[in-house]
Protein backbone atom coordinates (compact mmCIF):
# COMPACT_ATOMS: atom_id res chain seq x y z
CA UNK A 1 0.00 0.00 0.00
CA UNK A 2 1.47 3.28 -0.83
CA UNK A 3 1.01 5.58 2.15
CA UNK A 4 2.05 8.72 4.33
CA UNK A 5 2.00 7.40 7.89
CA UNK A 6 -0.73 5.20 7.22
CA UNK A 7 -2.95 7.35 5.30
CA UNK A 8 -3.35 5.67 1.81
CA UNK A 9 -2.93 8.39 -1.44
CA UNK A 10 -4.02 6.10 -4.35
CA UNK A 11 -7.47 4.88 -2.43
CA UNK A 12 -5.91 1.88 -1.05
CA UNK A 13 -7.27 0.35 2.00
CA UNK A 14 -6.15 1.40 5.16
CA UNK A 15 -6.65 0.00 9.03
CA UNK A 16 -8.11 1.93 11.67
CA UNK A 17 -6.74 5.03 13.36
CA UNK A 18 -7.04 6.27 16.63
CA UNK A 19 -4.36 9.20 16.77
CA UNK A 20 -4.16 11.43 13.83
CA UNK A 21 -1.34 12.17 11.66
CA UNK A 22 0.52 15.14 12.08
CA UNK A 23 2.85 17.80 9.94
CA UNK A 24 2.69 20.84 8.08
CA UNK A 25 1.29 22.84 5.39
CA UNK A 26 3.26 25.08 2.92
CA UNK A 27 2.85 26.70 -0.45
CA UNK A 28 4.71 26.73 -3.34
CA UNK A 29 6.10 30.32 -2.39
CA UNK A 30 7.15 28.62 0.89
CA UNK A 31 4.43 30.48 2.66
CA UNK A 32 3.63 27.92 6.16
CA UNK A 33 -0.14 28.14 7.50
CA UNK A 34 -0.39 29.50 10.80
CA UNK A 35 -2.86 30.63 13.51
CA UNK A 36 -4.25 34.09 13.72
CA UNK A 37 -7.25 34.13 15.90
CA UNK A 38 -9.37 31.90 14.50
CA UNK A 39 -8.15 31.76 10.80
CA UNK A 40 -5.57 29.69 9.22
CA UNK A 41 -2.96 32.42 7.36
CA UNK A 42 0.03 31.93 5.27
CA UNK A 43 3.41 33.91 6.04
CA UNK A 44 6.69 33.43 4.48
CA UNK A 45 8.60 30.11 6.38
CA UNK A 46 11.15 31.76 8.61
CA UNK A 47 13.23 30.46 11.55
CA UNK A 48 11.44 33.13 13.96
CA UNK A 49 7.39 31.42 12.79
CA UNK A 50 5.94 28.37 13.99
CA UNK A 51 3.55 26.58 11.55
CA UNK A 52 0.30 25.61 12.76
CA UNK A 53 0.57 21.23 13.18
CA UNK A 54 -1.96 19.98 10.94
CA UNK A 55 -3.83 17.02 11.64
CA UNK A 56 -4.57 14.65 8.98
CA UNK A 57 -7.29 11.51 9.25
CA UNK A 58 -8.76 9.10 6.20
CA UNK A 59 -12.46 8.69 5.95
CA UNK A 60 -13.71 5.63 7.50
CA UNK A 61 -15.77 5.27 4.29
CA UNK A 62 -14.30 6.12 1.13
CA UNK A 63 -16.64 3.80 -0.58
CA UNK A 64 -19.59 5.95 -0.09
CA UNK A 65 -18.36 9.07 -1.97
CA UNK A 66 -17.41 9.57 -5.41
CA UNK A 67 -14.49 7.80 -6.76
CA UNK A 68 -11.55 8.67 -8.89
CA UNK A 69 -11.16 12.73 -7.45
CA UNK A 70 -8.42 11.91 -4.65
CA UNK A 71 -8.31 9.58 -1.31
CA UNK A 72 -11.11 11.70 0.98
CA UNK A 73 -9.21 13.22 4.20
CA UNK A 74 -10.41 15.12 7.49
CA UNK A 75 -7.72 18.11 7.85
CA UNK A 76 -7.20 19.93 11.30
CA UNK A 77 -5.46 21.57 12.94
CA UNK A 78 -3.74 20.84 16.90
CA UNK A 79 -3.66 22.95 19.77
CA UNK A 80 -6.18 24.01 19.68
CA UNK A 81 -8.45 21.06 18.07
CA UNK A 82 -10.28 22.71 14.94
CA UNK A 83 -11.37 21.23 11.79
CA UNK A 84 -11.63 22.93 8.42
CA UNK A 85 -14.74 23.16 7.10
CA UNK A 86 -16.53 24.16 3.68
CA UNK A 87 -20.35 25.76 4.07
CA UNK A 88 -22.31 27.80 1.99
CA UNK A 89 -22.63 31.35 3.34
CA UNK A 90 -24.29 34.04 1.32
CA UNK A 91 -24.45 31.36 -1.76
CA UNK A 92 -20.69 30.92 -2.05
CA UNK A 93 -18.64 28.24 -1.04
CA UNK A 94 -16.41 29.31 2.52
CA UNK A 95 -13.40 27.93 4.01
CA UNK A 96 -14.73 27.61 7.84
CA UNK A 97 -12.35 26.34 10.91
CA UNK A 98 -14.39 24.70 13.40
CA UNK A 99 -13.98 23.13 17.07
CA UNK A 100 -14.19 20.17 16.03
CA UNK A 101 -12.03 16.90 17.21
CA UNK A 102 -10.84 15.22 13.94
CA UNK A 103 -11.18 11.84 15.62
CA UNK A 104 -15.05 12.17 16.28
CA UNK A 105 -15.45 12.98 12.44
CA UNK A 106 -13.64 10.13 11.75
CA UNK A 107 -15.46 7.94 13.95
CA UNK A 108 -19.15 9.23 12.74
CA UNK A 109 -21.43 6.28 11.14
CA UNK A 110 -21.30 7.91 7.73
CA UNK A 111 -18.85 10.38 6.15
CA UNK A 112 -19.51 14.29 7.13
CA UNK A 113 -18.78 16.14 3.79
CA UNK A 114 -18.80 19.74 5.12
CA UNK A 115 -14.72 18.24 6.99
CA UNK A 116 -14.05 16.06 4.10
CA UNK A 117 -11.34 17.00 1.85
CA UNK A 118 -10.26 14.51 -1.63
CA UNK A 119 -6.59 14.73 -1.30
CA UNK A 120 -4.57 14.42 -4.73
CA UNK A 121 -0.97 14.04 -5.10
CA UNK A 122 0.77 15.13 -8.27
CA UNK A 123 4.77 14.44 -7.40
CA UNK A 124 5.28 16.42 -4.20
CA UNK A 125 2.44 18.60 -4.15
CA UNK A 126 -0.79 18.24 -2.89
CA UNK A 127 -4.64 19.65 -3.68
CA UNK A 128 -7.50 19.89 -1.46
CA UNK A 129 -10.97 19.84 -3.04
CA UNK A 130 -13.85 20.04 -0.66
CA UNK A 131 -16.30 17.46 -1.06
CA UNK A 132 -18.96 19.39 0.07
CA UNK A 133 -18.40 21.68 -2.83
CA UNK A 134 -16.71 19.70 -5.76
CA UNK A 135 -14.62 22.12 -7.77
CA UNK A 136 -13.63 24.05 -4.81
CA UNK A 137 -9.76 23.83 -3.67
CA UNK A 138 -8.16 24.97 -0.72
CA UNK A 139 -6.28 28.40 -2.06
CA UNK A 140 -3.86 30.59 -0.91
CA UNK A 141 -2.42 34.17 -2.19
CA UNK A 142 -0.64 37.32 -0.57
CA UNK A 143 1.52 36.41 3.17
CA UNK A 144 -0.50 37.36 6.01
CA UNK A 145 -4.13 36.68 4.09
CA UNK A 146 -6.18 33.44 4.99
CA UNK A 147 -6.40 30.40 3.25
CA UNK A 148 -9.86 30.05 1.07
CA UNK A 149 -11.74 27.91 -0.59
CA UNK A 150 -11.35 28.80 -5.20
CA UNK A 151 -12.97 27.28 -8.33
CA UNK A 152 -10.37 29.01 -10.11
CA UNK A 153 -6.76 26.88 -10.70
CA UNK A 154 -3.95 27.87 -12.07
CA UNK A 155 -4.83 31.65 -11.67
CA UNK A 156 -3.08 33.95 -8.92
CA UNK A 157 -4.65 31.62 -6.32
CA UNK A 158 -2.02 29.08 -5.24
CA UNK A 159 -3.95 25.24 -4.75
CA UNK A 160 -0.69 23.32 -4.75
CA UNK A 161 0.49 22.60 -1.18
CA UNK A 162 3.62 20.53 0.10
CA UNK A 163 2.15 18.39 2.99
CA UNK A 164 5.24 17.41 5.09
CA UNK A 165 4.14 14.43 7.53
CA UNK A 166 5.82 13.69 10.46
CA UNK A 167 7.45 10.41 10.46
Not at 85 to 102: A, F
Request: aromatic fraction near 8%; charged fraction near 15%.
Amino acid sequence: MTCIRGVPISGEPFTAVNKPHTGEVSDLNQQVWILQGQTIVTVPRSNSVTPVTVTVVPCKYPELLEQGRGVPIYLGIENPDMCLSCENIEGQPTLQLKEEEILNLYNEVEPVEPFLFYHSKNGRTSTFESVAFPGWFIASSDRGHPIFLTSHQGGVYNVNFNLNINA
